[in-house]
């Protein structure tokens, strides 16, 4: 029997008459038939108010990497609690998540904490500024570095703003914005290493740092093309760029050193958030020594009442160990269940007439709808994406998916966590099916 959700229809009704919009993160709305009101969750399984159940391949959007309510998880930050739940002040437990990140990370000679990764931005494009004395970030089009004004530029703009391909617009999607911030932003296409070079070159001397997502996984889910993140770090040493890989949703799914280790090259400064705090607010940046010297003398300033929560700090401390404890089977097992999750929506698609190719690395993937007519192949950067995602009939198809009980993201990225085991993969390519059944027979 497909979902209905009559009880999270009522929920929605009444919060909108408290809560602007109804939801308290924009693109939560993004939920059709209509956003849900969860009431628990275990393993890889959410429970709903109107009592259904479904597996989860939104994972706190790639924050849960070992599922809902692990088993440990609220000891740990039940005991905290118990001794405190906020001092405003230090406590072993920043130094300990501190030290197992230097241990994880080859770049992480000193870390800062935040509540989010939004926040940890804006204190790393601050400091890149400060250290370089230069005022522009490059960033790559479609990549997204939270919602600040500066985390937003040149993300998520309307095509008739996007500029030429040489010469990509910093349009901005939001409105109320400081006028000056997005001149301050060089833009770039992704997965166009010689495009990347010019571009250094165009803006020479005044450009601080090059952020990126190292897999875009906010457009599509995207990785570097042969040569990419090379290109970065070979333009960052030449220029005395710094080179910042947000890896605020790579950061631990990819490995204990995150896709730098993935990928076997070293950022100076990273930036995570999402699966360092398994689901609290938790984030921070860590990086070369050398890039820190004006936090160390006070000329930049960092600061947050909030700042390594103790709770915060108990469950991070909670997540590391477990990615430690893992050893050499992370990422391969969690890629192994993304690829098998990934072959199974292929094959169904294929055998249900619907143009649906997952793309990706199988830690996270995305599936894209082809519109009639595109091309075949991956796509490799944020035009690509927009110009041969059916954006409409994957809505459609997502919904289904949900009323079978399967949960993507509404865009169509999906993640795994370690609580999706073989069974789990099965019984969702189960619904799967029904899910596809239904959408392909409403296409026709
Ligand atoms: C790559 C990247 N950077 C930054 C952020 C912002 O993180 P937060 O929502 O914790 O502020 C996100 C959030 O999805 C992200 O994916």
């Not at 935040?114 to 250290?131: G, P, Y």
């Not at 309307?158 to 010469?167: A, I, K, P, Q, V």
């Not at 000329?299 to 947050?304: I, K, R, T």
């Not at 709808?369 to 459609?396: I, Q, S």
Request: include cysteine.
């Amino acid at each position: 029997m497909a979902h209905t959700y009559e009880k999270s229809r009522e929920l929605f009704a009444r919060a909108e008459r408290c809560v602007a919009g109804g939801v308290n993160s924009g693109i939560r709305k993004l939920e059709k038939p209509v956003p849900l009101y969860f009431e628990r969750g275990r393993g890889c399984r959410l429970w709903d108010a109107d009592g259904n159940e479904s597996i989860d391949f939104q994972n706190g959007q790639g924050a849960l990497l070992f599922g809902h309510a692990p088993e440990g998880l609220a000891e740990a930050i039940g005991a905290q609690a118990r001794l405190g739940t906020h001092w405003a002040a230090q406590s072993q437990l920043e130094i300990e998540v501190a030290e197992r990140l230097q241990a994880m990370i080859p770049c992480a000679e000193l870390t800062r904490f935040n509540n989010s990764a939004t926040e940890a931005v804006n204190s790393v494009f601050r400091l890149v500024r400060a250290h370089t004395g230069r005022p522009m970030i490059l960033k790559f089009e479609g990549h997204y570095h939270g919602w600040g004004d500066e985390g937003l530029v040149g993300f998520g703009a309307t095509e008739d703003r996007w500029g030429s391909e040489e010469n990509p617009s910093n349009a901005h999607p939001s409105q109320g914005i400081i006028p000056e911030v997005p001149g301050h932003f060089a833009v770039v296409q992704w997965n166009d290493p010689e495009h990347l070079r010019r571009r250094v070159k165009e803006f020479a001397g005044r450009i601080a740092a090059i952020v990126f997502e190292p897999v875009l996984c906010n457009t599509c889910c995207i990785e570097p093309v042969e040569g990419m993140l090379k290109t970065i770090r070979e333009l960052c040493d030449e220029h005395g760029i710094v080179m910042i890989a947000d890896e605020t949703i790579t950061g631990f799914r990819f490995g204990p050193a995150g896709a730098q280790g993935y990928f076997g090259v070293d950022a100076d400064i990273m930036i995570y958030g999402k699966a360092v705090g398994g689901g609290v607010p938790f984030a921070g940046f860590s990086g070369r020594r050398r890039f820190f010297e004006k936090i160390l003398n006070g000329q930049v300033v960092h600061a947050g009442t909030l700042n390594s929560n103790p709770l915060c700090l108990a469950a991070s401390k909670w997540c590391l160990d477990k990615i430690l404890h893992c050893g050499n089977s992370h990422p391969s097992e969690l890629n192994r269940i993304g690829c098998s999750m990934m072959e199974g929506l292929r094959l169904l698609a294929d055998r249900h007439g619907i143009p649906l190719r997952p793309q990706g690395p199988g830690l996270v993937f995305h599936t894209v709808m082809l519109k009639a007519g595109a091309a075949e192949g991956p796509v490799l950067n944020h035009r690509d994406y927009v110009r041969r995602h059916d954006a409409t009939r994957f809505a459609h198809l997502r919904q289904c998916l949900l009323e079978e009980g399967v949960r993507a993201i509404e865009r169509g990225l999906w993640f795994v966590g370690f609580e999706h085991r073989e069974a789990d993969i099965q019984e969702a390519l189960q619904r799967v099916d029904v899910a596809f059944s239904r959408h392909a027979e409403a296409s026709h």
